[in-house]
């Protein structure tokens, strides 16, 4: 079935432990995005890329890096996690930035403690 | 001031009413307008799209965009418990990222 999957589905994580969020999508988009959504606040995006080899930063990126090796895998990585990472993490894609529909992972409800 | 903005609500109509969500936008480049459903604990989800001025309807549901007001609606006819959800409007500029709102909580009373 083609989509977005997303693992893990969620995780309890230490403050101060490494973690990686996987992302992988078999639609052949260009872009891929990573969001995490807070209550109240929406969806807020963390880092992008327009197409593999190249990533951009969004609004909060700080504390998040992103790599895009190839066309299907974006993965989210924080090097130290703290209390304020807590969230849902949610991977996007989009055959064309900004103009068609970006299609939504399952998300990943990550709690860091 | 945010890009985008909407009307938290909650909003609540009564079953087979007409609901009505708003959203404006503050980027006069903006090209493309969408109108995605999240349900509780689950991913946002496509519902409409919008690229002209005008109205675009697809079932009981009818996306508004008029460009010159930066005003984008969807509405919801004969409204069902099933469309209770959070619905999130997104604004787009070509070769760029999407600008969600912070969605606006529906609740439709059986």
């Not at chain 2, 109205?55 to 460009?67: P, V």
């Amino acid at each position: 079935i083609a989509g977005i999957t997303q693992a893990p589905t969620s995780q309890i994580l230490a403050a101060g432990r490494r973690m990686t969020l996987r992302c992988t999508q078999d639609m052949r988009h260009n872009a891929m995005y990573w969001y995490r959504q807070d209550l109240g606040l929406g969806l807020r995006l963390i880092h992008y890329s327009n197409t593999a080899g190249t990533t951009g930063k969004g609004e909060v990126p700080d504390g998040y890096s992103v790599s895009r090796a190839n066309t299907d895998d974006f993965p989210l990585t924080l090097a130290s996690a703290v209390p304020s990472q807590t969230s849902v993490y949610f991977c996007a894609s989009s055959d064309s930035p900004g103009v068609a529909e970006q299609f939504f992972g399952p998300g990943t409800r990550l709690t860091v403690l | 001031q945010k890009e985008v903005e909407q009307n938290s609500g909650p909003l609540s109509v009564p079953e087979g009413a007409i609901a009505s969500l708003n959203c404006t936008y503050s980027d006069r480049g903006s090209q493309s307008f969408f109108w995605y459903r999240q349900y509780s604990g689950k991913s946002p989800e496509l519902i409409m799209f919008i690229y002209s001025n005008g109205d675009k309807e697809d079932g009981r549901f009818t996306a508004q965009l008029n460009k010159a007001s930066q005003y984008v609606s969807l509405l919801i006819r004969d409204s069902q418990p099933s469309d209770s959800a959070t619905y999130l409007c997104a604004v787009g500029v070509a070769g760029n990222q999407f600008y969600f709102g912070t969605g606006t909580s529906l609740t439709v009373i059986p």
